[in-house]
């Protein structure tokens, strides 16, 4: 079992930054790909961005490619997305999510194992 508890949302200015993090219980961390995704009011849930299970290889949805940054700290049990030059189209709660037996995180909500309950970003013009 693996519980995820994200932090650092908040309210910021558009061209802003937030860094967002998430801790997981448990001792098997390492084993999981880890992923961000995000969810407008009444949108669909959307892939962000996701991490293979030693941080070296990530990849990123096109909306947020060059401005967010996935990372881990396996020794910390944490991942976290750093989010530079935000606009007001990334408001959005924010989830991180576990995924066993995947290199990269799969882009689709199906498949992930655990979520965590979610941080609000909101995003001022």
């Known amino acids: 079992q693996v519980q995820l508890v994200e932090s650092g949302g908040g309210l910021v200015q558009a061209g802003g930054s937030l860094r967002l993090s998430c801790a997981a219980s448990?001792?098997?961390?390492?084993?999981?790909?880890m992923s961000w995704f995000r969810q407008a009011p009444g949108k669909e849930r959307e892939f962000v961005a996701t991490?293979?299970?030693?941080?070296?290889?990530?990849y990123y949805g096109d909306s947020v490619k060059g401005r967010f940054t996935i990372s881990r700290d396996n020794a910390k049990n944490t991942v976290y997305l750093q989010m530079n030059s935000l606009k007001p189209e990334d408001t959005a709660v924010y989830y991180c999510?576990?995924?066993?037996?995947?290199?990269?995180?799969?882009?689709?909500?199906?498949?992930?194992?655990?979520w965590g309950q979610g941080t609000q970003v909101t995003v001022s013009s």
């Open positions: 448990g001792r098997t961390f390492s084993s999981y790909a």
């Open positions: 999510a576990a995924a066993m037996g995947y290199g990269l995180g799969p882009r689709v909500v199906n498949g992930y194992d655990y």
């Open positions: 991490s293979t299970r030693s941080g070296e290889i990530t």
